[in-house]
């Protein structure tokens, strides 16, 4: 073999011709052992695009692009809205470096419903030479606004004034002020009883009407509609006939009761209209009736029966519980009250009318029991050797608050793979909040599931009540994770969330993006220097985070696999105005008067209503609470994620909400950014999960 004409003028050995011979040799027959597979390079990442995935009449969509790396001089990024194939509005961005910017699309007030389009195209130069093209539809809401209606009371009778407002607000709850197309009231057999054409809103932004009844009303659920251009709200109340009688009865009792409690007592009142007594005898029949649609067909569980002579218009009785176990009857039945309810019936019989009437009353009887459960439902991921907190909350049965804890406790469980003991039990006090929490690093060693079990004990270890939660380890083929938590359990309107991000891959940035009422606020990105897996960081919370905001934070691994993580968060905005109530009952000197003085931020609108006692406490509320306002804003969010939340049933007019930042239960970073309400375009390798294997689920059943 001569080399000379390659390299002239140099001499070549034999040995190391041979030796050169046989590396050509080597390297051909690789070759050859790698074509019929090829050779692939690594993919690399150069664009990363956030959507909202669904719009609305006059909205600002905003759009997240995201360039990593410019393959050429620059990038023009094309976005826009379609009804099939006809284009509603678009917007283009060029990058002439990597960056992230956030792109709006303003969707016209005049939108319909229609099939719409959501269309990216990368490329050089405008309308030519595209890069990537990609496109996805859009789910459509018609509603712009929340018209939130109020009225004055539940029921009213006839003759009487019906009282109500309409309440337009956006999404982050500022007044909406203009006109809506009617406003219309609907009797019980939905025909139009009074119409007002284009309402204006006051200076408040409220809408304030009334009508009267008639002295001959239909009786039933009657309604009132607002409509707007391409949505309608409404709200029921009812109407009854009612004839003031000479006298009446009333008896109260508790609404609700536990089975340990010693026993049952009610009052019972006889007045004429006059608020003069009435004298007479009382006979009270007691019924344990099962609850539920059955109460009426099946026959009472048994039945105690009580005479009260000789009332002057008031009357008591007492039953004790082991009474009321004693008069159930039947073979084989339980004694037990738990879960029963016991309707209170008396028939006042009148000395000097000889006449009778009757009033009736129940109780329920729940079980005193408590009930312990796993916020977050029975299913979330873990990641492996990152912290997951587990939250419990220990209520009793009709959703108060455990009143006495005493020594009771949490003693609390991980088992590896459905049954097998991953680490010490775990024992936790009760706090007064009735919210446990606890924080565990599961580690994933052969474990793919992990089964939670929760006792809760009393001072004898005896357990009292018990729950489950599993969770499953979080799918990334490169085991490559980044978790989001916060120090910051109640996030407030202009203040600030403190949030931890984590990673068990160093990277050297992280990117994140906030989104609220199904729409980005904002895009930003968190600098890790030094290969630091670890890092805290702060977000402002504005008013447009109300009432509930995710935080999606992702990063590239080797500029091919995308890694992510969610954080869903309560914003609370109802308790950031100061408002003060003072009542004045001597106002007209004889206390047939009542004023009502309020405090409130200078510039603000009040807005009072005022109902009475026994219509607040039996009739129903039809005062607005904070949870009403929740969850009309929460339909704005579609089927996103919501925080973990618990109810709180003190009594059944004090309602009260707990709400606690939950992490994402997605299960891969497709689903993770799904679930935060967004579409996801990449170049990059998102991973996907497949739980459609039987034998995944049958281990989690």
């Not at 959507?51 to 997240?64: K, L, Q, S």
């Not at 969330?497 to 199904?518: A, C, E, K, M």
């Not at 969850?631 to 009594?651: A, I, K, V």
């Not at 930042?661 to 579409?679: C, E, Q, R």
């Amino acid at each position: 073999m001569d080399l000379s004409c390659l390299f002239p003028g140099r001499r070549w050995s034999p040995t190391l011709l041979s030796t050169l011979f046989f590396s050509l040799l080597t390297g051909l027959l690789l070759v050859k052992s790698q074509q019929p597979q090829g050779y692939q390079l690594q993919p690399l990442t150069s664009y990363m695009i956030l959507t909202p995935n669904r719009i609305r009449p006059n909205e600002m969509v905003r759009v997240a692009v995201s360039i990593f790396r410019l393959l050429y001089r620059q990038l023009t990024v094309r976005i826009s809205i379609k009804i099939n194939t006809d284009e509603i509005i678009s917007d283009v961005e060029v990058f002439q470096s990597p960056g992230t910017r956030l792109m709006q699309l303003e969707i016209p007030d005049y939108s319909r419903n229609a099939t719409y389009w959501f269309h990216v195209e990368g490329s050089i130069v405008a309308n030519s030479s595209i890069l990537f093209f990609n496109r996805t539809k859009l789910e459509f809401m018609p509603q712009s606004e929340s018209l939130i209606i109020q009225v004055s009371k539940p029921v009213y009778h006839q003759s009487q004034i019906v009282r109500f407002r309409v309440i337009p607000v956006r999404p982050d709850l500022t007044p909406s002020y203009g006109s809506l197309v009617s406003i219309e009231v609907l009797d019980a057999s939905q025909n139009v009883f009074r119409r007002w054409l284009n309402p204006m809103t006051n200076t408040g932004g409220i809408i304030e009407l009334d009508f009267p009844l008639s002295d001959i009303v239909q009786e039933g659920e009657w309604t009132i509609r607002a409509q707007q251009e391409q949505f309608s709200a409404s709200k029921k109340f009812r109407v009854l006939e009612y004839w003031r009688p000479l006298w009446d009865v009333n008896v109260t009792a508790p609404l609700r009761m536990m089975d340990n409690e010693l026993a049952l007592y009610g009052i019972i009142n006889a007045n004429y209209t006059s608020g003069k007594a009435v004298r007479g005898n009382a006979t009270v029949l007691i019924q344990i009736r099962e609850p539920g649609a059955n109460r009426w067909t099946l026959p009472p569980r048994g039945q105690v029966i009580r005479e009260l002579i000789a009332l002057d218009g008031l009357g008591d009785f007492v039953v004790t519980l082991d009474e009321l176990r004693r008069a159930i009857t039947g073979a084989g039945v339980s004694t037990s009250l738990a879960n029963t309810e016991v309707w209170i019936n008396v028939t006042f019989n009148s000395w000097w009318e000889k006449g009778s009437r009757k009033g009736w009353t129940y109780t329920q009887i729940f079980s005193s029991n408590p009930m312990i459960r796993f916020l977050g439902g029975q299913v979330r991921p873990f990641k492996p050797n990152l912290y997951f907190t587990a939250y419990l909350v220990v209520f009793m049965p009709d959703g108060s608050m455990v009143k006495y804890t005493g020594n009771r406790r949490v003693r609390l469980q991980f088992f590896c793979n459905e049954n097998t003991l991953s680490s010490p039990a775990v024992n936790l006090a009760v706090p007064d909040s009735g919210l446990i929490t606890y924080t565990y690093r599961p580690s994933g060693d052969g474990c793919v599931t992990y089964r939670l079990q929760a006792d809760y004990m009393d001072e004898t270890d005896r357990i009292l009540s018990t729950t489950n939660q599993r969770i499953f380890r979080y799918h990334s083929y490169s085991n490559t994770y980044l978790q989001l938590s916060t120090s910051t359990l109640q996030p407030k309107v202009n203040e600030f969330l403190v949030v931890t991000v984590q990673t068990n891959y160093p990277t050297d940035r992280i990117h994140f993006v906030v989104i609220s009422n199904g729409n980005i606020l904002a895009a930003d990105q968190l600098r890790m220097p030094n290969a630091v897996t670890s890092r805290t960081f702060s977000v402002a919370v504005s008013r447009a985070m109300f009432p509930v905001a995710h935080l999606v934070a992702y990063f590239i691994k080797d500029h091919s696999e995308i890694v992510s993580d969610a954080l869903t968060f309560y914003t609370n905005y109802t308790n950031l105005n100061n408002v003060q109530m003072v009542v004045n009952r001597g106002k007209d000197l004889n206390q047939d008067t009542v004023e009502i003085k309020g405090y409130a931020t200078p510039g603000a609108y009040l807005a009072f209503n005022v109902i009475h006692a026994d219509l607040y406490k039996f009739a129903g509320v039809s005062f607005l609470r904070e949870f009403n306002i929740v969850d009309e804003l929460l339909t704005y969010d579609g089927n996103s994620q919501q925080p973990f939340m618990h109810t709180w049933y003190e009594n059944m007019v004090d309602i009260q909400r707990v709400y606690v930042p939950a992490p994402s239960f997605g299960a891969d970073a497709n689903t993770t950014m799904n679930v935060s309400g967004l579409i996801l375009f990449t170049d990059a390798n998102f991973t996907k999960a497949n739980f459609y294997r039987k034998s995944f689920w049958f281990s989690l059943l």
